[in-house]
């Protein structure tokens, strides 16, 4: 008799423990993902496709995730087939030899009020740096959502063309570094 008191309290700790983290899985039909890329003269915006994704959270932190993003999935807002395909092109984004990239979470700050530090890797045509951006979140009735506005300097994963940083004499044909990507992301 004590031998099974003492599973069953083990067995309970065990499930208490195991469900103090959550897993939450990224709804890829309600996440949106957009981007902004900005030169001398204009801007173009777009948006992209989350594949996959999930995160650990306990304790109001994320502990760690993965998102899988799908690089084939490129769009610009204006439906410029001609732009488009230029940004798949090994001039930016080479997506017929790099079909996806990945945010790795490594960690987060607490949600204190309902915001966070996140740091993690992130991984863009093979080329892996780290990362770090503000979030903010917010438990609703479909899920929990995270709110983050990313800025990524580009050249330094291998996406140089029309940058002033490597190329001279580009007057206003100029593409800043940094672009920035808007994420609205809903885990349950």
Known sequence: ??????FFTL????????NA???????????????????????????????????????????SGEFEIDMASLK????????????????FFGVQTFPTSKLTITGSTPFDKGSGVVTGTLTIKGVTNP??????????????????NIVIDRTKYNVKYGSGSFFDNLGDKTIYDEF?????LLVK
């Open 180 to 184: 920035k990507l808007k994420v609205n």
């Open 21 to 63: 983290q959550n897993k939450l899985t990224a709804d890829t039909t309600k996440t949106q993902l957009l981007w902004l890329g900005e030169k001398v003269m204009g801007q173009h915006t777009g948006s992209i496709h989350l594949q996959s994704g999930w995160l650990n959270w306990q304790d109001n932190k994320i502990q």
């Open 11 to 18: 067995a309970c700790l065990f499930v208490l423990s195991s």
């Open 1 to 6: 008799m004590k031998r099974l008191l003492l």
């Open 76 to 91: 610009e807002s204006e439906r410029n087939k001609q732009f488009e395909g230029h940004l798949k092109s090994d001039d």
């Open 131 to 148: 990362i770090e951006f503000k979030a903010t979140t917010q438990k609703k009735d479909d899920g929990v959502w995270f709110f983050a």
